[in-house]
């Protein structure tokens, strides 16, 4: 495992040479030019930076945390559990949450890119495929989120919906709940790959399933107020109307 750099090494201000003696010195490695890093990758090139790396590592950490612990799951409850409460501005509250962790993820995305780029490390190596390729797939099917801008018009009342309607419908949906699946396997090995070259993230778990669990929260504290002004609604129908008091005259 890769233990960072030497006590007092200055790496930023090292140009790293191609010859095994110098890489080792730079990398904290004591195995040969062959284990530069925590995924023994070849020896690093000039341009190799662990600080800026590990940095760019933890930003894209916590945005990611943030995105699809918290932000992207309220944005999924709102449609389900808050419809009800809220009436037609549940549309625009889910919009704005969901464009917010998007743009979290967007930018964690960019992080990863910059961290791997400054550590000399691959974007997909063998030690992290899996962690990485999830991502990549999450990333991608969040982008595709953004159809429901041009999303097929919702029937008039009386109308039947169409069936471009319904399949973007159920597609919006089920691949909605498929990212959100995903990202908490990806959290998981997220939160033990960093750990291979920080212990920023030791609460990483806690952290992330905390989240999580809030943004559940909110949809059974939605799903329960529905139910309750679902009942109150009911009940005022079924109820006779209360006749108007008369007037008595002497």
């Not at 409850?77 to 743009?103: A, C, D, E, N, T």
């Not at 498929?178 to 291979?196: H, K, P, Y």
Request: positive net charge; hydrophobic residues 45%.
């Amino acid at each position: 495992m890769y233990n960072g750099p030497p006590a007092g090494g200055h790496l930023l201000t090292q140009q790293v040479q191609l010859n095994s003696g110098s890489a080792d010195k730079v990398c904290g490695c004591t195995g040969g030019a062959g284990n530069s890093g925590p995924v023994g990758n070849s020896a690093p090139t000039t341009g190799f930076d662990y600080e800026q790396g590990v940095s760019m590592l933890e930003v894209h950490a916590w945005l990611m945390l943030i995105a699809w612990g918290l932000l992207l799951p309220l944005g999924a409850v709102v449609p389900r559990f808050w419809s009800r409460l809220i009436g037609k501005k549940w549309v625009y509250v889910h919009m704005g949450v969901q464009l917010s962790g998007l743009g979290l993820v967007v930018g964690g995305f960019y992080c990863s890119i910059a961290g791997i780029n400054a550590l000399q490390s691959t974007h997909f190596d063998t030690a992290a495929n899996g962690h990485k390729i999830i991502g990549l797939v999450m990333v991608i099917i969040s982008l595709l989120q953004l159809s429901a801008f041009a999303r097929p018009h919702k029937p008039a009342d009386g109308e039947q919906q169409g069936k471009a309607r319904t399949l973007w419908s159920w597609s919006h949906r089920l691949s909605g709940m498929l990212v959100i699946a995903l990202s908490i396997a990806n959290a998981v090995t997220g939160t033990d790959r960093i750990g291979s070259y920080t212990s920023t993230f030791a609460q990483g778990y806690a952290i992330y399933f905390g989240m999580l669990g809030f943004a559940a929260a909110i949809g059974v504290l939605g799903f329960l107020l529905g139910r309750l002004l679902k009942k109150g609604k009911a009940k005022e129908k079924v109820s006779p109307p209360v006749a108007p008091l008369q007037s008595s005259s002497f």
